[in-house]
């Protein structure tokens, strides 16, 4: 039999649903709700606002041949979600969860994470790639490939989509599935069009061989077309439906906050936790370690957080002695109630105790002298497991607070400054050298947490003044370098927006050849410029 080839080409479909006539709205004080992005970046002003409600007024707007900023929750820390004068779209009104089944959720963009997690989770299903950040839009996450922290077992989201529905430039739509269109072998797609066939070329460069990437537009030979449009952060459609693949049913889970007094001795327990899962999916042993996630907070993230009172808050206690804190989620078969996990753990140093998970996982923490103040929040101990993960949280909120007061009361220039940096775990401790380094070389104050168990961290500059901003910005592009020189991405998870920064260190990872040819793929399904322009790379 011969070789089966997949269609390169796709054809568009007019727009579907009701048009409300949605108006756009210039009213000063609700403009002012949309001018500023998480980022704290500075200069925000907005044409308008418009609150669509189906494709049919996605559709509507972009064929008024305005420049047009599509937002979801503007969580972005990229400057992604600040408008440069465009009408701003915003995604909240489209928040309905549409399907779901065992296997996939069909969802509007505007539907926040937590209320896809929540609707999944009474059905006992799950969205593994969710970010911690549960406030962001469906949308969002899709158009940035976001990341949780649950990556190092399930991918990023770019592996859980399974079909979009795309709003082009020209008001025209793509129904796209994942496997229907792949990239020819001569490295583009065709797209029939009311106004004839346009061909999207495929970008050459070779993407950092690491599991998170939200660094451009996605390439490789023979790609899909559902691939292009995730992580293009609203540069080349609109995306108004995402069909997602779930799991069925969904792990019990345990957390477990671990203090350490040495760094080393974390990092060797977060090798030896990784491999032994590994080898544990490997192996399908239901006796075996599986750990999902592991989360850190350095020692200054953790100062900051006592500084704020955010451990008292959520009922966190650490020795004096804490350098560094991991949060571990380990997953159990479904249905593994507390007691159960409570056995595993009262007997985890008897005779036989390591031959359960839980079991094996207190014994190595014993090895490692950490057993002892572990803290942990069994299956079925929700409110717990809140308060783990709020108090992981409080890290990023802390600093975005502490951004706004220095805008607010010494320079309204100051903006966060904070690399989302990934390398190969095995480089992973070179890294964090590095970004310390970096940053006390230049008399700066810094936090660093994120996900461990990727290699993948974000290094915080607290900014006192605007000079710590710019020589914040410095280090970061010395960061960059130092990640790409290490086989890994200046870009991990949280895209490229509109900051200068990251925009150079996309630069520095695909070279000005690279930036061309994304360039041209925009050129292809926006030749006006219409969608997000400066998002990426400025016209």
Known sequence: MGSVTRPCRI????PRGPLTAAAIETDPSILQSFVEDAAHFPGGHAAGVVFPRSEADVAAVLRARRPVLVVGAQSSVTGGATPRGEIVMSTAKMASILETTDTFARVQPGVPVVTLKQALAAGGRYYPPAPTYDGAFVGGTIATNASGAATFKYGSTRAWVRALTV???????????????????????????????VRVPVPSYRMPDVPKRSAGYHAEPGMDLIDLFVGSEGTLGVIVEATLGIVTPAPATCLALVPFASEAVALAVVADLRERSKRTWR????????????EMLDGPSLRMLHEDGADAKHGVSMPPDTGIALLIQLELPAGTTGEA???????????GGEATPLGGFCRLLDGAGALDHVDVAVPGDRARAQQFFDFRESAPEAVKHRVGLAKERVDSGIQKTAADMIVPFERFGEMLRVYREGYERRDLKYAIWGHVSDGNVHPNVIPRTLADVQAGQAAILEFGREAIARGGSPLSEHGVGRSG??????????????????????????PEWMLSPGVLFPR
């Open 501 to 526: 920064v990251k925009q150079a260190l996309l630069r520095a990872l695909y070279g000005d050849r690279g930036i061309a040819e994304m360039r041209a793929v925009k050129a292809a399904l926006d």
């Open 283 to 294: 192996d399908r042993d239901p006796r075996g370690l599986d750990v999902s996630a592991i």
């Open 11 to 14: 054809a568009t479909r007019s």
């Open 341 to 351: 996990a409570y056995e595993q753990i009262a007997g985890a140093l008897e005779p």
């Open 167 to 197: 709003v082009l430039a020209s008001g025209e739509v793509l129904d796209i599935a994942r496997g229907d269109v792949r990239a020819h072998d001569d490295g583009y797609f065709e797209i029939a069009s009311s106004a004839g066939v």
